[in-house]
């Protein structure tokens, strides 16, 4: 899963799979489901996104995560290792 904010649209795209989207369903003004050919959901656009959501914090709880990293602008870790 991956997080894409794109500062200069405010837009938060969150990336379920790596599959391609075939379909999108607006189920909220701003809010776009995407699903693949198969009908599964494989992302998420969230359009005026720091509008919507606290873009200055990130929590993951009780994901079974192996490992985290961080990119781009101002990013002071890039990879830590989920213990």
């Given at each position: ?6 500062p200069d ?62 990119t781009g ?11």
């Open positions: 899963m991956k997080f894409h904010y794109y649209t405010d837009t938060m795209y969150i990336d379920l799979t790596e599959k391609e989207s075939a379909d999108s369903v607006e189920v909220a003004p701003g809010v776009i489901l995407d699903f693949d050919a198969e009908g599964r959901l494989v992302g998420i656009d969230i359009d005026h996104a720091s509008t919507l959501i606290d873009l200055s914090r990130l929590e993951a709880d009780g994901l079974p995560l192996g490992r985290i990293m961080l602008p101002g990013s002071k870790l890039s990879q830590a290792q989920a213990g």
